[in-house]
């Protein structure tokens, strides 16, 4: 029979990873991922399946989730390929195995139509640097505010803006409960004459703090979502003075503020009384997070509610 190896190598922007792979080994392996952890988990799997894995993986962008990721697809990529046309092989097979902390169970079909599922739970303090701790101080403060009756106003800039508004929906609509009190929240973006006519006559720095100035009790709260948090310039002067002048007025007036954030927080960071920071240095992927948090917001206080019925 035709040797079953082959090498792999997949470059992109965020890892750069290399397989080398020997499907009629003898349990060899050579693993560098930088991650100790995921260098045993790769070790093992070649070690009890015999094959020979060569694994060199190395980061780009510093975030854990797609080296693991891209090496676990060149590892595939590399079986599938050294599989050929799957000749007088077995294929689909499964094994149970006990071990002292988990039950693993696999199922395996080697035809081209692949399947898995995947369930995780996560206990760690930080997912990719995001602090647990900062989200229940925000879901605390969401709550205080419930609770006493008072306004939360929800403003960003740009794609910001549509999570603002999609943030004020789900907290308005989806985390009801019969019998528990609702959360009165309102997005700053919607009214776009407004908006146009704040540019306009009062600037764009003020397009929400003059809101407030009509809308806004004392008490009342306020969440920003804001990539890079005030922080940095252009042609058109400071990034995002207007969400800062917001918080401020809001803190001037007795209320809270949360930071919805990325790269290293910015003025927000230092103005807000909880802030959620994404430290990713990549506006999509800090909107992406950003739009998911908002999500698992509701959902926990979905939850929690649910509970209390």
Same mark, same amino acid.
């Given at each position: 029979m035709k040797p079953r190896k082959t090498t792999i190598k997949r470059e992109?922007?965020?890892?750069s990873v290399s397989v080398t792979i020997n499907l =009629?080994?003898?349990g060899?392996?050579?693993i560098n991922t930088g991650i100790k952890f995921l260098d045993h988990l790769i070790g093992s799997f070649g070690k009890h399946s015999m094959? =020979?894995?060569?694994?060199?993986a190395k980061s780009r962008d510093g975030i854990e989730h797609h080296l693991i990721e891209d090496t676990g697809i060149t590892i595939g990529s590399a079986i599938d390929k050294a599989l050929g046309n799957r000749s007088g092989i077995t294929r689909f097979s499964f094994s149970s195995v006990p071990m002292d902390e988990a039950l693993a169970e696999t199922s395996l079909d080697l035809v081209k139509r692949q399947y898995h599922k995947i369930t995780l739970s996560t206990k760690r303090t930080k997912i990719e640097g995001i602090s647990k701790e900062d989200i229940n101080n925000a879901i605390q403060i969401l709550n205080e505010a419930r609770l006493a009756g008072k306004k939360i106003f929800i403003i960003g800039n740009g794609g910001s803006a549509s999570t603002a508004t999609h943030f004020a929906c789900d907290l308005n609509k989806y985390t009801s409960v019969e019998g528990e009190k609702r959360f009165k929240a309102l997005s700053l973006e919607d009214n776009i004459p407004l908006l146009t006519a704040l540019v306009n006559d009062e600037g764009w720095d003020k397009v929400y703090s003059y809101q407030l100035e009509n809308l806004m009790d004392d008490g009342d709260y306020l969440v920003v979502i804001s990539v890079h948090g005030g922080a940095g310039k252009d042609k058109a002067g400071l990034w995002?003075?207007?969400?800062?002048?917001?918080a401020k007025m809001i803190h001037d007036r007795g209320?809270?503020?949360?930071?919805?954030?990325?790269? =290293?927080g910015g003025a927000i960071k230092s103005l807000a009384d909880a802030c959620i920071t994404v430290p990713i240095n990549s506006t999509p992927h800090v909107e992406g997070f950003h739009l998911i948090l908002t999500h698992m917001i509701c959902s926990i206080i979905k939850d929690q509610l649910s509970t209390n019925e």
């Open positions: 992109t922007k965020e890892t =009629d080994g003898t060899k392996t050579t094959m =020979d894995l060569v694994v060199k995002s003075q207007n969400l800062t002048l917001a209320g809270k503020v949360i930071g919805l954030v990325g790269f =290293d």
